[in-house]
Protein backbone atom coordinates (compact mmCIF):
# COMPACT_ATOMS: atom_id res chain seq x y z
CA UNK A 1 0.00 0.00 0.00
CA UNK A 2 1.91 3.14 -1.26
CA UNK A 3 1.66 6.32 1.71
CA UNK A 4 0.87 9.55 0.38
CA UNK A 5 2.77 12.28 1.60
CA UNK A 6 1.31 15.93 2.94
CA UNK A 7 2.91 18.43 4.53
CA UNK A 8 1.11 19.37 7.77
CA UNK A 9 -0.81 22.36 6.72
CA UNK A 10 -2.01 20.70 4.28
CA UNK A 11 -3.52 17.75 6.50
CA UNK A 12 -4.90 20.34 8.80
CA UNK A 13 -6.36 22.42 6.21
CA UNK A 14 -7.84 19.07 5.06
CA UNK A 15 -8.14 16.80 8.02
CA UNK A 16 -12.51 15.78 7.36
CA UNK A 17 -11.35 15.18 3.48
CA UNK A 18 -8.58 12.87 4.98
CA UNK A 19 -10.14 11.13 8.08
CA UNK A 20 -13.57 10.16 6.26
CA UNK A 21 -12.29 9.76 2.69
CA UNK A 22 -8.39 8.82 2.67
CA UNK A 23 -7.98 4.96 2.18
CA UNK A 24 -4.29 4.78 2.16
CA UNK A 25 -2.09 5.88 5.33
CA UNK A 26 -0.89 9.50 4.98
CA UNK A 27 2.92 10.22 5.78
CA UNK A 28 2.36 13.82 7.52
CA UNK A 29 5.67 16.22 6.63
CA UNK A 30 7.00 19.07 8.25
CA UNK A 31 9.77 20.82 5.77
CA UNK A 32 10.25 17.63 4.27
CA UNK A 33 10.78 15.52 7.51
CA UNK A 34 8.26 13.04 8.36
CA UNK A 35 6.63 13.94 11.59
CA UNK A 36 3.96 11.55 11.70
CA UNK A 37 1.33 8.98 10.22
CA UNK A 38 -2.19 8.70 9.61
CA UNK A 39 -3.54 5.04 9.20
CA UNK A 40 -7.31 5.22 8.38
CA UNK A 41 -9.07 2.84 10.29
CA UNK A 42 -11.84 2.30 8.24
CA UNK A 43 -12.77 1.36 5.01
CA UNK A 44 -15.53 3.04 3.04
CA UNK A 45 -18.90 2.34 2.70
CA UNK A 46 -19.76 0.38 -0.45
CA UNK A 47 -23.44 1.48 -1.56
CA UNK A 48 -25.12 -1.56 0.03
CA UNK A 49 -23.94 -0.09 3.31
CA UNK A 50 -25.14 3.20 2.62
CA UNK A 51 -29.04 1.79 1.36
CA UNK A 52 -28.89 -0.52 4.78
CA UNK A 53 -28.17 2.69 6.50
CA UNK A 54 -31.22 4.48 5.13
CA UNK A 55 -33.27 1.89 5.72
CA UNK A 56 -32.16 1.59 9.62
CA UNK A 57 -32.62 5.22 9.67
CA UNK A 58 -36.24 4.94 8.16
CA UNK A 59 -37.84 2.16 10.30
CA UNK A 60 -35.97 4.17 13.26
CA UNK A 61 -38.12 7.15 12.14
CA UNK A 62 -41.25 5.43 11.42
CA UNK A 63 -40.85 3.51 15.47
CA UNK A 64 -40.02 7.11 16.74
CA UNK A 65 -43.58 8.14 15.67
CA UNK A 66 -45.56 5.33 16.12
CA UNK A 67 -44.31 6.08 19.74
CA UNK A 68 -44.61 9.67 19.61
CA UNK A 69 -41.23 9.91 20.67
CA UNK A 70 -39.09 13.06 19.40
CA UNK A 71 -34.94 12.80 18.96
CA UNK A 72 -34.73 15.21 21.71
CA UNK A 73 -36.70 12.67 24.25
CA UNK A 74 -34.47 10.02 22.88
CA UNK A 75 -31.43 11.73 23.41
CA UNK A 76 -31.78 12.76 26.91
CA UNK A 77 -33.34 9.33 27.38
CA UNK A 78 -29.59 8.39 26.17
CA UNK A 79 -27.87 11.10 28.33
CA UNK A 80 -29.77 10.03 31.30
CA UNK A 81 -28.76 5.93 31.22
CA UNK A 82 -25.07 7.00 30.07
CA UNK A 83 -25.03 9.19 33.29
CA UNK A 84 -26.37 6.37 35.16
CA UNK A 85 -23.76 3.51 34.14
CA UNK A 86 -20.98 5.54 34.95
CA UNK A 87 -22.62 6.01 38.98
Request: no cysteine; hydrophobic share 40%; glycine share 4%.
Amino acid sequence: METVKVGIREFRDNLATYLLESSTPVAITRHGDTVGYYIPARRKRSEADRVALRVAAARLQESMAAAGVTEDELMEDFKQLRAADRK
